[in-house]
């Protein structure tokens, strides 16, 4: 395992020419730790970007490519919603044209969608290296979705990028331990880079008339959640027991169809809002006095905010958060989550155990240097030029 710190760009000077990296996005997290990598990338690199259409619906990808300043893809997959297998299918048939046509020096997948499970695979398949960004977190439910694509991901990959120690030890006790690096959260990365910008332009408090810290800010998206009935409306119980605090809800499309077919009716104090672009939801994160989610970037980002979090998950990969106290699990479970809305209280320390916001640096300089020891293994430098990209079908 080893700890990096960020460099200058030293190796492809050594490796003597630019990388091509493939580098797959499909969901929103997936957008906002793809933006201070890619610009890390391009300044040096080739980036062929490849969006599999996983979020389609323009509240969930576009708004997020615009204000993070994320280049257009240079391939748009188009795979759209549909059971977990026929969507990892689909995304893996247009993986493998793709591929043929670019032969990236490395592809780079990150966090724990069906978009991370395909591209890893796909790659994997044709001996293309893989990076994985988020390498190492660990529910240890293995019934949920994210658990098995990040494991997955992570025995393909050749190169993993840790946001923390306890991710590269979790690693390390299913036997992974070359090439193993703690860079980081690159989630930090792009809150640092986008805070003034978020400042400046967005607009949730003013449209939705909120005052700072007199709201509470709600998420719920993952299957766990939105697919159990019993537990969604219990969740709705809850926000709905919640006496003398307004609550506002900006709800996933999936979410807001789950809470439709189990007929949820909210209290006049629940506000459910569309879904917020990045701006408006680091402005509302910022602003709320307290935050309620099953969402892993929004338990990153509320620690990041200094905002306390209540999970709505029976566990967690960022137990670095709990552990510093500023993250509480309460479940599903309507009476621990009333408990906790008014009477959580963080510590004043918040100590940086998720990076320090240099992350891409990191990895793109980590990404140079294994490709050069690559081609020194080759016995010969390997010039890697970008093929035109073609339409790919869904």
Same mark, same amino acid.
């Given at each position: 395992m080893n700890v990096v710190q960020a460099g200058d760009g030293a190796a492809v000077e050594k490796a003597g020419s630019a990388l091509t990296v493939l580098s797959v996005v499909g969901a929103r997290p997936e957008f906002v730790q793809a933006a201070p990598v890619s610009r890390a990338l391009r300044?040096?690199?080739?980036? =062929?970007?490849?969006?599999?259409?996983?979020?389609?619906?323009? *509240?969930?990808?576009? @708004? /997020? /490519?615009?204000?993070l300043g994320v280049p257009e893809p240079d391939a748009h997959l188009g795979v759209g919603s549909g059971s977990h297998g026929r969507q990892t299918g689909a995304m893996l048939a247009a993986f493998d044209a793709l591929l043929e046509q670019v032969r990236p020096?490395? %592809?780079?997948? *990150?966090?724990?969608?069906?978009?991370?499970?395909?591209?890893?695979?796909?790659?994997?398949?044709?001996?293309?290296? @893989?990076?994985?960004? &988020?390498?190492g977190e660990r529910s240890f439910e293995r019934r949920m979705p994210e658990e098995q694509n990040r494991i997955v991901a992570d025995h393909l990959a050749s190169l993993h990028f840790c946001v923390s120690p306890k991710a590269a030890q979790n690693l390390a006790r299913e036997g992974i331990t070359a090439d193993v690096h703690v860079t980081g959260d690159v989630m930090l990365d792009a809150l640092l880079q986008n805070r003034e910008a978020a400042q400046r332009h967005a607009t949730a408090l003013q449209r939705?008339?909120? !005052?700072? +810290? +007199?709201?509470?800010?709600?998420? @719920?998206?993952?299957a766990a959640n939105t697919d159990d009935p019993a537990r969604l409306l219990a969740i709705v119980e809850a926000l709905n027991g919640v =006496?003398?605090?307004?609550?506002? /809800?900006?709800?996933h499309p999936r979410t807001q169809k789950a809470l439709a077919a189990v007929g949820a009716r909210f209290a006049p104090h629940v506000q459910v809002v569309e879904p917020a672009g990045y701006f408006d939801m680091l402005q509302l994160? !910022?602003?709320?006095?307290l935050i309620a989610t099953d969402s892993g970037g929004v338990q990153r980002e509320a620690y990041y905010l200094g905002r306390p979090c209540l999970t709505l998950r029976d566990e967690t990969e960022w137990t670095e958060t709990v552990d510093a106290g500023w993250n509480l699990?309460?479940?599903?479970?309507?009476?621990?989550?009333? &408990?906790?809305?008014?009477?959580?209280?963080?510590?004043a320390a918040r100590p940086p155990v998720l +990076?320090? +916001?240099?992350?891409?640096?990191?990895?793109?300089?980590?990404? !140079?240097?294994?490709?050069?020891?690559?081609? =020194?293994?080759?016995?010969?430098? %390997?010039?890697s030029q970008p093929a035109a990209i073609q339409a790919v079908p869904a």
């Open positions: 300044r040096r690199h080739t980036e =062929v970007l490849v969006h599999t259409g996983q979020h389609y619906d323009d *509240r969930m990808s576009r @708004v /997020f /490519f615009e204000q020096d490395v %592809v780079v997948v *990150r966090g724990d969608t069906n978009s991370t499970l395909a591209g890893a695979l796909a790659a994997a398949k044709l001996l293309i290296p @893989v990076a994985h960004i &988020e390498a939705l008339a909120l !005052e700072p +810290g +007199g709201y509470a800010l709600v998420t @719920v998206h993952r =006496v003398g605090e307004r609550i506002v /809800f900006p709800a994160e !910022e602003n709320a006095r699990l309460v479940g599903a479970n309507p009476q621990a989550i009333l &408990e906790a809305w008014f009477s959580f209280a963080p510590p +990076g320090d +916001g240099a992350a891409a640096e990191r990895i793109v300089q980590l990404i !140079e240097e294994f490709v050069l020891q690559a081609r =020194v293994a080759q016995g010969a430098a %390997v010039t």
